[in-house]
């Protein structure tokens, strides 16, 4: 299941973040108010995977809440929206299949219309594929918004206890630019459906989601830093998608790593699918605790399935 495609991922130049911004929906479901659905309790949802509580979306849309994570990443980033020339958004969940939600975000945001813009589907993997498609794809006088959106509530089965206790929506966003800084990645590909796939509602073998994520982990990590040519331990921060505390404990432990380096918000948003990682390094920006210099992996893995890591320098 767990297999590494090349080619090996080591670029130059690479990409500086120059802002960040997140969204989520008003409603906030928590573990008790499950308990009213499905025969779930709090306790449970807790042990086995970390989540309180996680954002349902009512009223929004995986467009306004990308929209809102965009406009405070380009608001944080100080940069003149016109200067945009690539728009990369990874959804698994678009309110529809086209115009595509980066088109529509292009016209929300009164962007520019000489660039290009599309979305991306590498489930949960999928900003740090668009992260490592922009460093790929940007003009030297480039800036890129990369985002990551999701309505998963509208794919739930919410009569199915399994799934239903485990995903939320969300949305974040980062803006970045070409810089003469170190940008290493590694990802992986490999189609299988049986572990999870994403028809009319998320089916998932949870248990074989779990193997192949606490494998994923690791092996990126280390991919990255040894290309990087940093030992894990030099690393400040990993930003991890945020599917279960136990899978990031597991991969912390394998790694030797101290837990408390594991940046973690998925109590309050549960998995979040391509807006897990943006929404998780948004937090850690604004809450102070990724600061610039600092050494830092992102790492996605899901449905595919597919997992990625970017080393970067915030
Ligand atoms: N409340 C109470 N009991 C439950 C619930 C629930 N919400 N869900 C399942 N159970 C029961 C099961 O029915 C089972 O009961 P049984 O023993 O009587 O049959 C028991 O709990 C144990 O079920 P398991 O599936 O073995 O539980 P496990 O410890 O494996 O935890 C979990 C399940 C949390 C889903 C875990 O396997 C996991 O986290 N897997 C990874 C999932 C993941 O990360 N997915 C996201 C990545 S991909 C993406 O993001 C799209």
Not at 123 to 151: H, K, M, N, W
Not at 200 to 216: N, S, W
Request: aromatic share 6%.
């Amino acid at each position: 299941m767990e297999k590494t495609m090349g080619p090996a991922g080591v670029s130059a130049p690479g990409i500086r973040i120059l802002g960040t911004g997140s969204a989520a929906p008003a409603q906030i479901v928590s573990n008790d108010d499950l308990t009213r659905i499905v025969d779930t309790n709090d306790e449970w949802i807790r042990s086995r995977t970390g989540i309180c509580e996680r954002r349902i979306a009512t009223v929004e849309t995986t467009r306004s809440l990308a929209r809102a994570a965009a406009r405070a990443a380009l608001a944080s980033s100080a940069i003149d929206p016109a200067r945009i020339s690539l728009l990369l958004c990874a959804t698994v969940t678009p309110d529809q299949a086209s115009p595509s939600l980066a088109c529509f975000l292009q016209r929300d945001l009164g962007l520019r219309e000489q660039m290009l813009a599309f979305d991306l589907n590498a489930a949960c993997s999928g900003f740090i594929y668009a992260l490592i498609c922009a460093q790929r794809l940007l003009d030297p006088e480039g800036i890129a918004l990369v985002v990551g959106s999701e309505t998963l509530s509208r794919r739930t089965d919410f009569t199915d206890r399994n799934t239903c206790v485990l995903f939320g929506d969300g949305a974040g966003a980062a803006v970045l630019e070409p810089a003469p800084v170190p940008f290493f990645w590694s990802a992986t590909a490999c189609g299988d459906d049986d572990a999870l796939s994403i028809r009319e509602h998320i089916r998932m073998d949870g248990q074989a989601v779990f193997r192949f994520a606490t494998k994923a982990l690791a092996a990126r990590i280390r991919e990255v830093t040894e290309k990087a040519g940093r030992a894990v331990a030099e690393i400040d921060l990993f930003v991890c998608h945020q599917a279960n505390r136990r899978i990031i404990t597991h991969a912390a432990r394998q790694l030797a790593v101290p837990l408390e380096r594991f940046f973690m918000n998925l109590a309050t948003y549960g998995n979040t699918s391509a807006a897990s990682v943006p929404l998780a390094l948004d937090e850690a920006v604004t809450g102070g605790r990724l600061k610039r210099g600092q050494r830092v992996v992102l790492v996605g893995f899901g449905g595919g399935l597919t997992s990625g890591a970017v080393y970067l320098e915030y």
